[in-house]
């Protein structure tokens, strides 16, 4: 599947657009990593038990808007973005959507 954050696809010709597709992941790290953060903020620079927390949220949340565009038949999505919000203390959400197309 295409996924592109483009509203068209180079050399290709949109037959259909489906609908609106969209994958969301909540995470929160637990209490060691929130320990980890807290020493790498200590000292400045790059948190890493955060980033990869966030790195495998938005990989979540567009393997399920894929998935919900496969469900719909589409071949492509177009125009993804991403959002990240924080949904309480210490948990983010990461919302992927996009418009599902079937590529003529």
């Known amino acids: 599947m295409i996924v592109t954050t ?9 037959g ?6 969209k994958g969301n992941a909540i995470r929160s ?3 060691g990593g929130h320990f980890l953060a807290g ?8 948190i ?9 949220a938005r990989d979540e949340a567009l393997k399920r808007m894929e998935d919900e565009a496969t469900k719909v038949g589409a071949t492509a999505i177009i125009n993804v973005r991403l959002v990240t919000s924080e949904i309480m203390t210490n948990a983010a ?3 992927a959507y996009g418009t599902a197309v079937k590529l003529a």
């Open 6 to 14: 483009t509203d068209f696809i180079p050399n290709a010709k949109i």
């Open 39 to 46: 020493i790498e903020r200590a000292f400045g620079g790059e």
């Open 16 to 21: 259909e657009i489906i609908s609106i597709v």
């Open 29 to 31: 790290r637990g209490v």
């Open 93 to 95: 959400e990461v919302v």
């Open 48 to 56: 890493t038990a955060y980033l990869k927390t966030m790195t495998e």
